[in-house]
């Protein structure tokens, strides 16, 4: 498994040098696909999307597909998915999504989460949102801008734990640490939340933290805590 979760893309050199580190091979020889469905139902200015979007180009991938999956068959943007060897979910909705991601069915959903396991995966914010077993936790936060929905959909699986991206960000004034510390009370599984310049890095059973930033919190679940 080769994970990578950010709050804002490859924000700087730690975090753009660790995500070539995962890639393994030169750029140069791998495909990369770009899922914008996220972005979708955000209205208004997308610099935010371009910027993303041009930071991962910048790597310099053989072939760099943009795609938005609530537009084509399944048998389309599956393929085209399984086509790259790097998968990059962009920002934006995590409800919208996975909600998207769920309506071709369970096998093709299925499907999708065995093929990302087998490749080089990266998030940003709702993309690393997806990456956890379930949206739960997204559920009960109040962080983000409410959108009224409050579907507990089932998350890739990518991780086992929960991300939540923008940690002490000024766009986000309730993403902060005392916020999650509550959260875990009634959470199954670990949150581990990074500011914009921090990531998330998972390789195999092995996890670090990489970037310029210093807001880094961990919570332990339930389980973990009655077991010390």
């Not at 739960?136 to 983000?144: G, L």
């Amino acid at each position: 498994m080769k994970v990578l979760l950010t709050s804002n893309g490859l924000a700087n050199d730690e975090i753009r040098a660790a995500y070539l580190e995962l890639l393994e091979k030169p750029p140069s020889e791998m495909r990369a696909v770009f899922v914008t469905t996220a972005s979708n139902i955000e209205g208004e200015d997308k610099t935010w999307l371009v910027n993303d979007i041009y930071r991962f180009h910048a790597v310099g991938f053989s072939s760099f597909d943009v795609l938005d999956i609530s537009g084509l068959p399944a048998s389309q943007w599956l393929s085209r998915i399984e086509q790259a060897d790097a998968v990059i979910f962009g920002g934006g909705n995590s409800f919208h999504l996975l909600e998207i991601a769920h309506l071709s069915g369970d096998d093709v959903f299925q499907k999708l989460c065995s093929i990302l396991r087998k490749r080089v995966y990266a998030g940003i914010s709702a993309g690393s949102i997806a990456a956890a077993p379930n949206l739960s936790a997204r559920n009960d936060m109040e962080i983000f801008p409410d959108d009224g929905a409050r579907h507990d959909w089932e998350g890739f699986g990518l991780v086992d734990f929960y991300f939540i991206p923008h940690l002490n960000s000024p766009d986000f004034p309730k993403s902060r640490a005392v916020v999650l510390q509550g959260l875990i009370e009634k959470s199954d599984n670990d949150i581990r939340s990074c500011d914009d310049d921090t990531a998330i890095v998972v390789h195999d059973d092995a996890l670090s933290i990489v970037g310029t930033g210093t807001n880094v919190h961990y919570t332990s679940s339930k389980s973990e805590r009655s077991a010390t």
